[in-house]
């Protein structure tokens, strides 16, 4: 189960380079970096998608559906798209 958290530490996150989510594949662990649309900002918010969260990609397509913590989350496309992070871990499978 993915419990949200890393071994990596906080100037380790600062150099990895940003990246579109939809450019990852699933079982990527990432940090949110960065949401471009100021409305999917606040909704993702209220989800627990925050600034620097920690979440697992399980599927993408339409929808891209993410793990936060115990919770899956699943975004439209279009909402996906907006959406930049930084990689900390990929899935070795």
């Known amino acids: ?3 949200g958290t890393t071994s990596l530490d ?3 996150l600062r150099l990895a380079t940003t990246v ?3 450019d990852l594949t699933p079982g990527t662990v990432a940090v949110l970096r960065q949401v471009l649309d100021d409305q999917s900002r606040a909704v993702l918010c209220s989800l627990g998608l925050t600034d620097g969260a920690c979440f697992r990609i399980c599927r993408l397509g339409d ?4 793990q936060v913590r115990s919770t899956r ?3 439209s496309k279009v909402v996906a798209q907006s959406i930049y ?9």
Request: aromatic share 4%; charged share 25%.
């Open 10 to 12: 906080r100037a380790t």
């Open 85 to 93: 992070v930084a990689v900390t871990e990929r899935d070795v499978r």
């Open 73 to 75: 989350i699943g975004l």
């Open 20 to 22: 579109p989510l939809l």
């Open 63 to 66: 929808p891209c559906i993410i």
């Open 1 to 3: 189960m993915f419990d």
